[in-house]
């Protein structure tokens, strides 16, 4: 969850798109073509230059040294990528480090780099469906990416490390990839930082040692995971570890300077996904926790995969909630572009109404009311935001849940709970569009709800009743 305005990349001409798949066309004697260069952007609505084309990346293996008290970091990112076209030459999205030397399948790669498009031309061309090793071997001070409202992700240094936040496109800021949401991958992160502090991160902690005034921490993401969920926290933590009644482990973290007080919330967490998997169908991933900053250190809430981070003056129950329920609707279930962001938002804030509706006697209709009377709700559709700058405003998140509350009176408790659970188990750990959702709940619905499609998603202005 963003409850703010983000700033939009530049975007780029259609036609430059166009030409880069053209653009160093290998040829040999008898006039045959080999490889083309992937799409150096995958033309998104809001975002053309984000992501890459030409290959699906299956797995990122990442090894980083980081040193807070210079801010350098020294790494090594490995993708395991499968090319979906014969490739001549590929892009990698990365903001701001120097990239000091590549190879593909061991093989030296020449890189060229044009802002935060890395390219890398491998010594022979891939074949389409060949699966290839990159290794990109990168270093410097990473980049806060600084949006129009002031607000930052990237890589923010902290009063005793950093912390690690990618949405929307800031994950380029720390390694190189394929930064779009609709290439998903597996991940492997070795952080090495100094004796004294500690690094949190997506999935499993699969390892912790301390050796010559160092300490390293290898997290394992075994489920898919879009880049911009990807974490890394890094500082003096304070940790508590449990495990939900299903048996997910549960391991929090917390800056000491706020761990007493964020406590019990934190050990609530067992009992709130267990209330959300009653609601949601079984918990998508192999971990569970959250990671609480310091306010200073980060002005919003984020539903980073496996374990959420949110600064001390959002954590709350309704937070929380909300930031777990994108487990299911956002992280397991990915938008396929970010013009499907509502999709994530709305059904997080719903279960924000359906957690007030159990346990604090505010049933979801009152919400859906209050929500219909603000009038900022109604500013513009919520799949249809007008810019990249309004991808996290109120009608994203609100008059979003204002639809899914419209399903549930059109088609009744029963079916939407069928709904609220099939969805994430239908697209689990793959991506969905719009057209997708509305698609499935006319499926199981039965019946042709373009009524609220018209209305509530698609309409301009606020209806004259509710």
């Known amino acids: 969850m963003k409850t703010r305005s983000r700033a939009p990349l530049a975007p780029a001409a259609a036609t430059v798109a166009a030409l880069l798949l053209f653009a160093g066309c290998t040829g040999d004697t008898d ?25 699906d990346v299956g797995h990122y293996a990442l090894t980083l040294a980081y040193d807070p008290a210079s801010g350098r970091l020294d790494a090594t990112a490995e993708i395991t990528a499968r090319a979906t076209q014969d490739l001549s030459a590929f892009n990698l999205d990365l903001a701001g480090l120097t990239v000091e030397r590549a190879t593909v399948d061991g093989a030296p790669a020449a890189v060229n780099r044009a802002g935060n498009e890395l390219t890398l031309r491998p010594r022979e061309d891939i074949d389409r469906g060949q699966d290839f090793r990159t290794t990109v071997t990168y270093s410097g001070v990473p980049e806060k990416i600084t949006d129009g409202d002031g607000a930052g992700e990237g890589w923010l240094r902290t009063q005793d490390g950093a912390l690690a936040l990618g949405e929307p496109v800031g994950s380029m800021a720390w390694f190189p990839g394929n930064h779009h949401p609709s290439d998903k991958a597996t991940y492997d992160i070795t952080v090495t930082v100094p004796q004294g502090l500690r690094a949190f991160s997506n999935g499993v902690r699969t390892s912790e040692r301390t050796e010559n005034g160092r300490t390293t921490a290898v997290w394992r993401s075994a489920e898919p995971m879009a ?9 003096r933590y304070e940790t508590r570890a449990a495990t939900t009644p299903s048996k997910v ?109 159990d346990f604090e006697s505010t049933p979801a209709q009152r919400s859906f009311e209050e929500a219909f009377a603000t009038e900022v709700n109604w500013a513009f559709p919520p799949a249809e935001p007008p810019t990249a700058e309004n991808l996290f405003d109120p009608p994203v998140y609100q008059r979003g849940a204002m639809v899914l509350h419209k399903i549930r009176q059109k088609v009744g408790d029963d079916t939407f709970y069928e709904i609220l659970a099939g969805w994430p188990a239908t697209y689990r750990h793959r991506n969905a569009s719009t057209a997708d959702f509305t698609a499935y709940v006319e499926d199981v619905a039965g019946e042709d709800l373009s009524g609220v499609w018209d209305v509530w998603l698609y309409g301009d202005g606020k209806p004259k009743s509710a």
């Open 227 to 235: 880049s911009y969920l990807a974490t890394l926290a890094v500082g």
């Open 249 to 357: 482990p549960v391991l929090s973290a917390a800056d000491p300077s706020v761990a007493a007080a964020s406590g019990p919330l934190l050990d609530r967490i067992p009992e709130l996904l267990e209330w959300e998997q009653e609601n949601f169908g079984p918990y998508p991933f192999s971990s569970a926790g959250a990671i609480v900053e310091r306010t200073g250190d980060v002005g919003y809430a984020l539903e980073t995969q496996t374990r959420p981070v949110l600064p001390q003056n959002s954590f709350d129950v309704p937070t929380l909630v909300h930031e777990l329920a994108h487990q299911w609707y956002g992280n397991s279930v990915s938008p396929a572009t970010w013009r499907d962001m509502w999709l994530n938002e709305s059904f997080a804030t719903y279960a924000e109404w359906l957690y007030a509706e």
């Open 31 to 55: 006039g045959g073509v080999h490889g083309t260069p992937g799409a150096a952007g995958l033309r998104d609505p809001y975002f053309p230059k984000l992501g890459n084309g030409g290959y």
